[in-house]
């Protein structure tokens, strides 16, 4: 949770970049941006500093800050209460594809116990083996896919077999169709680039919507963490 007193700088740190790279900043520079005094912006900074909020970098007589994946994470935290305080909607995003069949292996991996009990614990539900595989061929639909792999989602933790190591992933509740909820899977690791989108459901999908390969579907995905009621 951030300070109330840290909030301007990090909003300074954003609105400067200090989010994607580091920025060249003095805390005499920070000062005049925050209309406050040079002593409390260094203080600031030394506080965010220690808490892990910023790393600060010297090179060549110049200082450089940038935002920590904890600052970055806090200043999200942030923006999505902000958003509920104000009554902001949900951001959906709209994704459509062609329906194909996959090589199979993802029936054995949702239908591992390291992953189906988080499923069951965090998403509600013990999904059918196997995901609903859909091709994106336009390149909005496959920049939107980028987008929802740069998002937060429900979080599901990877896990070691005692054989080996699987990895984790992030999970967005989605309606298929108009007609069927379901969750959206974005895998830390898969075979899979940014042409192809997994679905997981409690139901066989293509057995209730009579789908097959080659019909083209709708997705509309929230990016609210939220499980599938």
Do not use: W
Not at 22 to 36: M, R, S, Y
Not at 114 to 139: A, D, H, I, M
Not at 143 to 158: P, V
């Amino acid at each position: 949770m951030l300070k109330p007193s840290h909030i301007p700088t990090i909003v300074e740190l954003l609105a400067e970049g200090a989010k994607d790279k580091p920025v060249p900043l003095t805390t005499v520079e920070l000062a005049k941006k925050l209309g406050k005094s040079q002593q409390l912006a260094s203080k600031h900074l030394d506080e965010m500093e220690r808490e892990g909020l910023v790393e600060r970098i010297r090179s060549r007589g110049k200082t450089y800050v940038k935002l920590t994946k904890k600052g970055i994470s806090s200043a999200s935290e942030l923006y999505a209460s902000l958003q509920a305080a104000f009554g902001v909607g949900e951001q959906l995003l709209e994704i459509s594809g062609t329906i194909f069949s996959g090589l199979g292996e993802a029936a054995y991996y949702t239908s591992m116990n390291g992953y189906k009990k988080q499923f069951v614990s965090k998403l509600g539900f013990e999904p059918f083996p196997g995901t609903l595989n859909l091709r994106l061929s336009t390149p909005l639909d496959r920049k939107l896919k980028r987008d929802l792999a740069s998002s937060k989602g429900i979080h599901i933790e990877g896990f070691n077999d005692g054989t080996r190591t699987f990895g984790g992933a992030e999970c967005f509740r989605a309606m298929l169709n108009e007609k069927t909820h379901c969750m959206v899977l974005v895998l830390e690791r898969t075979i899979y680039d940014d042409s192809v989108l997994e679905i997981i459901a409690p139901e066989n999908i293509r057995k209730a919507l009579n789908l097959k390969d080659g019909n083209r579907v709708h997705v509309r995905i929230s990016l609210r963490d939220s499980s599938l009621s």
